[in-house]
């Protein structure tokens, strides 16, 4: 090998190349430049006119807290206060979505989107979440996750999108929205940014669907749901959270009236007014306690008439019985022996069968 380079490396050709060198290669600086004196703790910097160098990768953000088996369904205004509010729209049957204040539920179409207006006091930061999820509102059964019937999970839908066929909640209009199934619990949820109110407004509107109706067999059937959703900061804690009831029908103005109507008939919420309870009717008295004073005197009455007689003589019988206390006689019930009780016409003679006819 030494013998291949000995040509390369005598000669002129070897010293015109080394004179060719600048004049400071020939020594090494016995003192670093000052942007090589770095310290161990400070973040390095760029040397000049060199290359940039890569900045220190940054700290991990905190772990995401385990999401809790039954979710809690109280309000939390929290630091921020965290609040919602839904735009009126009456009770008329065209409606495709409406909110009840008087029973904080909201009565929503099919894949139609209902517009949920949030507010903020002190805005979150940066990185913020908003999270929805759906859970049944009985206790036998929230411990089930709420998903969609069989047959809507099949047939799909222009809003299905890039959502997943079984998830209820659908977010419209924003690219942004992810889907998730959480690992624990298995329940469905969706979240999006959370976007400061526009110049001039003190709200985010979100647009939310809800895929299947509430009387759908497999899925909801017919159990009220709660949908709660959550202000979420970049590592997962709850900043704020609120809930609502929802009710997905085909006519969502008549199931609201008629629900506020029975709402006020039973007197109001749980624990609140009850109703006004009429004065008790005085009940009255047996006629084996009540007192009589009957008169002593006796009056005759002349009726006009048999049966007119046996009728007031029945009910003066049943008068002294009440008097005396003892129940009035009863007629016996059984068969008529035959001929009792037949009366003839006037001038003409009842016959009987066996007897001979009298022809005078």
């Known amino acids: 090998m030494a013998e291949e380079l000995e040509p390369l490396l005598g000669g002129e050709g070897f010293l015109d190349l080394w004179n060719m060198l600048p004049d400071n290669i020939h020594s090494i600086p016995e003192e670093l430049p000052e942007w090589q004196e770095l310290n161990p703790l400070d973040p390095p910097t760029d040397p000049p ?67 949920v207006q949030v507010r903020v006091g002190v805005p979150p930061p940066p990185g913020a979440l908003l999270r929805a999820v759906a859970v049944y509102k009985k206790s036998e059964h929230v411990a089930e996750v709420v998903r969609r019937c069989p047959h809507h999970e099949r047939c799909g839908g222009p809003g299905d999108g890039l959502a997943p066929a079984q998830h209820l909640i659908r977010v419209e209009g924003n690219p942004q929205a992810r889907y998730h199934d959480d690992e624990t619990t298995k329940r469905h949820s969706v979240a999006v940014p959370y976007e400061p109110p526009e110049v001039g407004s003190d709200c985010t509107t979100v647009l939310y669907n809800f895929m ?103 009910i003066n019988e049943a008068l002294e019985a009440a008097e005396g206390g003892a129940a009035p006689p009863r007629p016996v019930k059984g068969r008529r022996p035959r001929g009792e009780g037949l009366v003839p016409r006037c001038g003409k003679k009842l016959l009987l069968k066996g007897e001979p006819v009298d022809s005078d």
């Open 49 to 115: 006119g060199g290359v940039p160098v890569p900045p220190l990768p940054a700290d991990p953000p905190p772990p995401v807290p385990p999401s809790p088996v039954v979710p809690s369904t109280e309000d939390y205004g929290g630091h921020h206060n965290f609040r919602l509010g839904f735009l009126e729209a009456g009770t008329a049957k065209s409606v495709t979505c409406t909110y009840s204040p008087e029973l904080n539920k909201l009565y929503c179409r099919l894949a139609k989107p209902c517009p």
């Open 212 to 314: 299947c109706n509430s009387s759908c067999m497999g899925g909801m059937n017919r159990r009220p749901i709660l949908a709660i959703l959550t202000l979420e900061g970049p590592g997962g804690q709850i900043l704020g959270r609120r809930c609502f009831e929802v009710r997905v029908c085909a006519c969502p103005g008549r199931d609201r009236k008629i629900e506020e109507e029975n709402y006020r008939k039973r007197g109001g919420a749980k624990g609140g007014a009850k109703r006004a309870l009429s004065p008790a009717a005085e009940a009255p008295e047996s006629s084996k306690k009540r007192v009589l004073n009957p008169d002593p005197d006796i009056f005759c009455l002349q009726v006009r008439g048999r049966r007119r007689y046996e009728m007031l003589k029945e």
